[in-house]
């Protein structure tokens, strides 16, 4: 079978297409032949050296990827060869809290192999059915910008009907954030560097917009175009450079959603901006299992349909990665391995 193997150093020349020996499933786990992964900012840091310094080679990158079991161990009983499957990002984290393993059992890095490879083996437990409104593809983008979105909005959003939440960015987490925001009855503001993605993005259903380089000092904008007390929640992907105005947009006693750092991993802290108003700092890595089969029971109740910006082929690869490295997509990069689905 074929699999993209990161080997003998970082950097993109040492990122290839290696073939290896089809796996035999176990007791327990299911074999699947993936159909699609979907790029996520860390698979860029993977290959670049910057993710995790100390990673073991050779491995396989992406954490997220969906597909049709192909074969079942013993004592599988919850799917069968046919069954279109797509995986949850944190195979040790059943249910609550997050722990130490648990966190180390993500794919495609310091949890092993991830799923850009013809076969991939899961365990039974790590294993959702696709929804059938949709493609391989746009299940493959679920796992982790869909279930980091979901956790920051409903797990630990405390959002309520009429609340209201700003989503920094026009990426996969943002846009997924913002798709549950409205499923919750909140209205919504979406914050991008570029007019023309704002625009694109307007048939979800955005309440308002800003344009951040356009205005810089964008939590004023916040309390003049969404809410005048500030919002409930700020979906904070910036990192360095938009904290200050994430805890600025934020109504006393509401919550930023800590889980980016494109613009840097360090910022100072406005400690009265955050005493003084009660604003809560709240990290989000990921999910639980327990959280994705509750994402995807809202996934296909609501028929919510993930935004793909482009598919690539595998032997496309590093295209692939140098959209996600510039940074001009809206919703997420997808690589496709096998065409049906």
Same mark, same amino acid.
């Given at each position: 079978?074929?699999?993209?193997?990161?080997?003998?150093?970082? !950097?993109?020349?040492?990122?290839?297409?290696?073939?290896?020996?089809?796996?035999?499933?176990?007791?327990?786990?299911?074999?699947?032949?993936?159909?699609?992964?979907?790029?996520?900012?860390?698979?860029? /840091?993977?290959?670049? &050296? $910057?993710?995790? +310094?100390?990673?073991?080679?050779?491995?396989?990158?992406?954490?997220?990827?969906?597909?049709?079991?192909?074969?079942?161990?013993?004592?599988?009983?919850?799917?069968? +060869?046919?069954?279109?499957?797509?995986? =949850?990002?944190?195979?040790?984290?059943?249910?609550?809290?997050?722990?130490? /393993? !648990?966190?180390?059992?993500?794919?495609?890095?310091? !949890?092993?192999?991830?799923?850009?490879?013809?076969?991939?083996? %899961?365990?039974?437990?790590?294993?959702?059915? %696709?929804?059938?409104?949709? $493609?391989?593809?746009?299940?493959?983008?679920?796992?982790?910008?869909?279930?980091?979105?979901?956790?920051?909005?409903?797990?630990?959003?405390?959002?309520?009907? &009429?609340?209201?939440?700003?989503?920094?960015?026009?990426?996969?987490?943002?846009?997924?954030?913002?798709?549950?925001?409205?499923?919750?009855?909140?209205?919504?503001?979406?914050?991008?560097?570029?007019?023309?993605?704002?625009?694109?993005?307007?048939?979800?259903?955005? *309440?308002?917009?800003?344009?951040?380089?356009?205005?810089?000092?964008?939590?004023?904008?916040?309390?003049?175009?969404?809410?005048? *007390?500030?919002?409930?929640?700020?979906?904070?992907? =910036?990192?360095?450079?938009?904290?200050?105005?994430?805890?600025?947009?934020?109504? +006393?006693? &509401?919550?930023?959603?800590?889980?980016?750092?494109?613009?840097? $991993?360090?910022?100072?802290?406005? /400690?009265?901006?955050? %005493?003084?108003?009660?604003?809560?700092?709240?990290?989000?890595?990921?999910?639980?299992?327990?959280?994705?089969?509750?994402?995807?029971?809202?996934?296909?109740?609501?028929?919510?349909?993930?935004?793909?910006?482009?598919?690539? +082929?595998?032997?496309?690869?590093? *295209?692939?990665?140098?959209?996600?490295?510039?940074? =001009?997509?809206? =919703?997420?990069?997808?690589?496709?391995? *096998?065409? &049906?689905?």
């Amino acid at each position: 079978m074929r699999a993209l193997v990161l080997d003998g150093g970082f !950097g993109f020349e040492n990122l290839n297409i290696a073939e290896r020996a089809k796996p035999e499933p176990g007791p327990g786990e299911v074999l699947v032949r993936i159909g699609a992964v979907s790029l996520n900012y860390r698979d860029l /840091l993977l290959v670049e &050296g $910057s993710y995790n +310094p100390r990673q073991q080679m050779p491995v396989v990158p992406t954490c997220d990827g969906a597909g049709i079991v192909d074969a079942v161990g013993p004592s599988v009983t919850r799917f069968a +060869p046919g069954d279109r499957v797509v995986n =949850g990002i944190a195979e040790g984290w059943i249910d609550g809290p997050p722990d130490a /393993l !648990g966190l180390k059992t993500i794919r495609g890095g310091p !949890g092993g192999d991830g799923f850009c490879a013809d076969y991939v083996l %899961v365990p039974e437990r790590a294993l959702f059915a %696709v929804p059938d409104h949709l $493609s391989l593809a746009e299940a493959a983008t679920l796992p982790c910008a869909g279930i980091t979105a979901w956790c920051a909005v409903v797990e630990h959003g405390n959002l309520r009907p &009429g609340g209201t939440v700003v989503v920094e960015g026009t990426g996969g987490v943002a846009l997924f954030a913002t798709q549950f925001a409205r499923i919750a009855g909140a209205r919504t503001m979406v914050l991008s560097s570029s007019n023309e993605k704002l625009d694109r993005i307007s048939e979800i259903g955005v *309440d308002a917009t800003a344009n951040y380089v356009e205005v810089p000092e964008w939590s004023r904008a916040v309390r003049e175009r969404l809410d005048a *007390d500030g919002a409930d929640l700020v979906i904070e992907l =910036g990192g360095a450079a938009t904290l200050e105005n994430a805890m600025r947009s934020v109504k +006393p006693g &509401g919550t930023v959603a800590l889980i980016g750092n494109l613009s840097g $991993s360090h910022a100072p802290l406005n /400690l009265p901006l955050a %005493v003084m108003r009660q604003v809560r700092l709240q990290g989000v890595t990921c999910g639980s299992l327990g959280d994705m089969a509750r994402m995807m029971a809202a996934v296909a109740t609501h028929r919510i349909k993930p935004w793909v910006h482009e598919i690539f +082929p595998l032997d496309r690869y590093r *295209d692939a990665f140098e959209l996600m490295r510039a940074g =001009g997509h809206v =919703g997420k990069i997808v690589i496709a391995l *096998d065409s &049906g689905g």
